[in-house]
């Protein structure tokens, strides 16, 4: 419990932040977001695209995984929904931007309801297995149903248009992704802080307490899978517009286990969590090119980056999972509760 | 094809599935092992596959040692390699939850794909023949000689592992610890060293599988994908049983060769996983697998 | 002092967050190639080859005083054979240099890139991909493929069996990826137009195990030549080792992936009499004076593989188009390469392609069969020049 917050109002009370120095650092980091395109070059805005459109998606996963316990290795179609679903409208309707990202998110929620409607007889492990089925499944049917989603060559689609203004360079993206990914982390981080919310974490303690508590459990697992995908779906509609080609190999198994690490990496059931770890888990790659261009190694240094990533990758899960299973999130905690007290106690 | 239905076809169709099927009941068996033991659901048993059948390629082609020494010191050196995962990677993850441990698994899959990466490179390889090449006829119909051979041993290898469970020490403490580890640990049994064993000898099934899968269709980093067929036909045939393995590792085989030969090789994937799918909602434990009954 | 200590210091980090940004170099008379490489991952036989050839001959190209007063500069950055990471090399690359020739390492990202290119209008492009989609000048007005695209390789394939057995019986196998479906439309009708009877198409799942079932189909088909894409090993040797097996009389044949020599050798025994196209001379082809292939040979004693040649070539045109553009008085503009290149009419290649060469739309439909020779460990030509019009 913090101390100089004495709260004197209801809305005081409700305030997501609540504190002087919270909204100081808000400040900053709005300045920060804002400032951000005009100080960095394509590839960092690249890269500051690419992170938002894998906060909206991992915070979607770390709704259903990180707070309702319902493990999911089914992202990366849901994702891929999203993205075919935008990439058909946009090409065949040629709807608005908005419009199309939101019947992203609501296509793929669809998806994630009936993938989800067996959650109430397979749990835990099962579970897991058969989201890998639905992903299975739906690679299927975008290879195969060339109608709408033009096969294996997949949809190429123009750039996303708003009021004549078009969203061609990672510069402008950049005002289109942040906002929508802010949007959808603040939608998050208030709904466990309704009854929806506790309800999800009540079933992730204990699912058969839930049910006893009250809590229609049927109903809440397939509304965690609805929203979860519904993330997924807008994810993927970003991708859509941010990458321009949406193929069936677009949205591999092991982008969802990439998402489903960074929800353990940045620590499970906490927003600030997902944001992390998907900063995190998009940074390391890039990271680790620059490390070993440092490296005084051969001109063949380049040729082990593909392996050592790949070890890098399964290090950090295995490592987290061992050592900091609360993830970067309690690390962070850690240096702010140090800095809280620094003087006094180090 | 003729108007006339194609009996033959059919039936090399099938004696190909029961090929690849031994292969699943064999990789299924050590997997099961895994589980029964530990509790572990282990993703990264396509990888342990594909380790052993790297092994056996390094020591046949950078040592020049003999086909048949080449195996048996892949054998032996997976189930090292598998001992040395359990000790280092799952040992720590006691008592956390299942899920953790299986994220471990994924996690482990993937440095084990790099490091076969970093090694050998990702460029695929061939194993050097060591399996006769005449063809083998079952009546009319021609089933190539690596499945049928890899069959064989895939059959007696599953039969010498139930044999172990049967009568030898470790299997019966393997055993006794699936069915209750408190009982067991009070019995006098070394638990942990039952889960160091469980995984050594379940890696070292793998391997062979690996050397048997790689001698068929070559070996690759990537054929650790052949895990996840296998993740099916454990899930199909019950997590904890070795009878379902086996069972539904025939099954697999057979529905995928039936897929492929008569609607497309696009196909395969999907039959499997529908089965998986339709299992998962008839009978979530499996066909021969124990239905836990949860309590609070 | 404490307070101008961390004045300076805060003043270096702000000069050197500064300066890591957009650092674009003075880049005058100097003409950049960018190249997202798949050095590492599952393409990375290709990528190191493609990275060698682009690499060499532009050494050649400034060790021999540059193209009109400009230096070549070789921008690389490894791909691993991943989209996303390619698009990000791309981003990279061109926010810090003004690239003028881009190499690309996938189909993918060639699709994906290809309203970049349009937007930049600067540079042009081609790549690892022999993908027919991209043989459209309309769609993709900057790309271009150094050699002829899938749909040509078949169609070359095709005319020589038409050749050798008009209305032969032929089967395709390919891989159920996009790579492995391209040319499998568009060929049927090619074969249909040549007399040729399509017994059977057999796609393979990626990744199978084993392709017994796929052998007992191609069995029953009985085709006089089967023809293999979508593969650069893979299944390969299986289906060849299977069919000898059964005393299946039918000729294999790859297409440009699978054609290199040290690939097919790979093959060992079952590699005797395989057979397929390949748009490029092989590293130690002697048959004709080829002044280019002597300096490679000269440069690298060992043996290169095709997307070495591959990647030399390509380079050889990114450089022959800026030449062309810069000798007529033109800006370096992407329409311009691009216009240059288009007027590349029987060119030498300096024996790197065994005729002169001339972009039709955005290939060059050329190549020849080659069959392998165990005993020599080699490919040798079987046919001559293939130019399709």
């Not at chain 1, 009854?195 to 459990?217: H, K, Q, W």
């Not at chain 3, 674009?24 to 008379?29: E, F, I, Q, V």
Request: with cysteine.
């Amino acid at each position: 419990m913090r101390i100089g917050t004495a709260r004197s109002s209801y809305r005081h009370d409700e305030a997501l932040f609540d504190s002087r120095t919270q909204h100081a650092w808000l400040a900053i980091l709005a300045v920060a977001l804002i400032g951000f395109p005009f100080l960095a070059d394509e590839y960092w805005l690249y890269l500051a695209c690419l992170v938002a459109i894998n906060i909206a998606s991992t915070t979607g996963l770390n709704i259903l995984t990180g707070y309702t316990g319902l493990v999911s290795l089914g992202q990366a179609a849901f994702m891929g929904i999203g993205a075919y679903t935008v990439a058909a409208l946009e090409q065949k309707l040629g709807a608005p931007v908005l419009l199309n990202l939101l019947a992203g998110g609501f296509v793929a929620m669809l998806g994630g309801l009936v993938v989800g409607l067996p959650s109430l007889r397979v749990k835990g492990l099962y579970l897991a297995i058969a989201t890998i089925a639905a992903s299975v499944v739906l690679h299927f049917v975008f290879a195969n149903w060339h109608a709408v989603t033009g096969g294996h060559a997949g949809i190429t689609l123009v750039p996303a248009e708003i009021l004549g203004l078009s969203f061609d360079t990672s510069f402008r993206l950049y005002w289109l992704f942040v906002p929508i990914t802010i949007l959808m982390v603040a939608g998050a981080a208030n709904l466990f802080r309704t009854r929806i919310g506790r309800a999800f974490i009540a079933i992730r303690d204990r699912d058969i307490s839930a049910e006893v508590l009250g809590i229609p459990l049927l109903r809440y697992k397939l509304l965690s899978f609805g929203l979860s995908s519904f993330y997924a779906g807008v994810a993927g509609g970003m991708w859509a517009y941010f990458f321009r080609v949406v193929t069936p190999e677009s949205f591999p198994l092991i982008l969802s286990i990439f998402f489903l690490a960074a929800v353990i990496v940045g620590g499970m059931g906490t927003i600030l969590g997902a944001i992390l770890g998907a900063v995190f888990m998009t940074m390391v790659p890039e990271a680790l090119k620059l490390v070993v261009g440092w490296l005084p190694l051969s001109a063949d240094a380049t040729l082990i980056l593909s392996p050592v990533r790949t070890i890098v990758f399964g290090v950090l899960i295995v490592g987290f999972l061992v050592f900091e299973p609360l993830g970067l999130q309690e690390i962070w905690r850690r240096i702010r509760r140090f800095f809280h007290l620094w003087p006094f106690r180090a | 094809m003729s108007l006339e239905f194609d009996w033959l076809f059919l039936a090399e169709i099938m004696l190909a599935g029961l090929g690849a099927g031994g292969l699943y009941a064999l990789t299924g068996l050590a997997f099961v092992m895994i589980y029964k033991a530990t509790r572990v659901v282990n993703l990264a048993i396509g990888e342990m596959l594909m380790i052993g059948a790297y092994l056996c390629f390094g020591l046949a082609t950078a040592m020049n040692l003999p086909m048949w020494l080449a195996i048996l010191v892949a054998v032996i050196g997976s189930g090292g390699a598998g001992a040395l995962l359990e000790r280092v990677a799952i040992r720590p993850m006691l008592g956390e939850s299942p899920i953790a441990v299986f994220m471990v698994t994924v996690g482990l899959a993937s440095i084990l794909v790099g490091v076969v990466e970093l090694i050998w490179t990702s460029e695929p390889r061939r194993l050097p023949e060591f399996m006769p090449a005449t063809p083998v006829m079952i009546g009319e119909a021609f089933v190539p000689s690596k499945v049928f051979y890899g069959f064989l041993v895939a059959a007696v290898l599953i039969g010498v592992a139930l044999a172990v469970f049967r009568f030898w020490r470790g299997g019966v403490a393997l055993r006794a610890t699936a069915s209750d580890q408190q009982a067991a640990y009070s019995m006098g049994i070394d638990v942990p060293k039952v889960f160091s064993l469980s995984w050594t000898v379940a890696a070292m099934i793998a391997a062979i599988a690996g050397v048997i899968v790689g001698a068929v269709g070559g070996i690759s980093s990537t054929m650790g994908v052949f895990g996840l067929s296998v993740l099916v036909v454990v899930i199909v045939g019950g997590l904890d049983s070795v009878l379902g393995a086996l069972v539904a590792g025939l099954l697999i085989g057979v529905v995928e060769s039936l897929a492929g030969g008569f609607l497309g090789g696009e196909y395969k994937l999907l039959a499997t996983f529908l089965i998986l799918i339709v299992v998962l909602l008839v009978r979530p434990y499996g066909l021969f697998g124990t239905h836990e009954i949860e309590r609070l | 002092m404490r307070r101008t200590v961390l004045k300076s210091l805060l003043a270096t980090a702000i000069l050197s967050a500064t300066a890591g940004l957009p650092a674009a170099r003075a880049a005058d008379k100097e003409i950049v190639i960018g190249g997202s490489i798949p050095m590492s991952g599952v393409f990375a036989f290709a990528g190191i080859g493609i990275h060698a050839g682009i690499q060499d001959y532009v050494k050649m190209v400034n060790a021999a005083g540059g193209i009109a007063g400009h230096t070549l500069r070789y921008v690389p950055e490894d791909s691993a054979y991943k989209v996303d990471q390619s698009v990000a090399a791309f981003k990279k690359i061109t926010s810090q240099n003004k690239v003028n020739f881009y190499y690309g390492d996938s189909t993918a990202f060639s699709k994906t890139i290809n309203p970049e290119l349009d937007r930049a209008g600067s540079m042009i492009m081609s790549g690892a991909s022999f993908a027919t989609e991209l043989n459209d000048p309309k769609k993709y007005p900057y790309q271009f493929v150094a050699g002829p695209d899938y749909t040509q390789q078949f169609g070359i394939l095709l005319r020589y069996i038409a050749q050798q057995k008009p209305g032969a019986k032929v089967a395709f196998v390919h891989s159920d990826t996009e790579f492995g479906r391209d040319p499998i439309e568009t060929s049927r009708g090619v074969a249909k137009a040549l007399g040729l009877d399509v017994a059977i198409e057999i796609m393979t799942p990626p990744g199978a195990v084993d392709v017994s079932t796929e052998i007992a189909k191609l069995r029953r088909a009985r085709p006089d030549f089967t023809i293999f894409h979508g593969y650069i090993l893979g299944p390969i040797p299986e289906f060849i080792g299977q069919a000898r097996q059964m005393g299946l009389d039918t000729q294999f044949m790859g297409t440009f992936w699978t054609m290199d020599n040290s690939t097919v050798m790979q093959m060992g025994e079952l590699a005797e009499g395989f057979m397929g196209v390949m748009p490029y001379n092989y590293y130690y082809d002697q048959s004709a004076p080829a002044p280019m292939l002597d300096k490679i040979r000269a440069m690298r004693p060992e043996y290169q593989n095709v997307p070495y040649i591959q990647g030399f070539l390509s380079a050889m045109l990114y450089a022959e188009s800026a030449r062309r553009t810069l000798a007529a008085g033109k800006e370096m503009s992407a329409a311009n390469l691009k216009a240059a290149l288009n007027s590349i009419e029987n060119f030498d290649t300096g024996g790197l392609i065994g005729v002169p060469v001339t972009l039709r739309g955005n290939t060059i439909p050329v190549g020849r069969i080659y069959r392998a020779d165990t005993k020599a460990r080699r490919m040798v030509p079987a046919s001559d020049w293939i130019v399709l019009e």
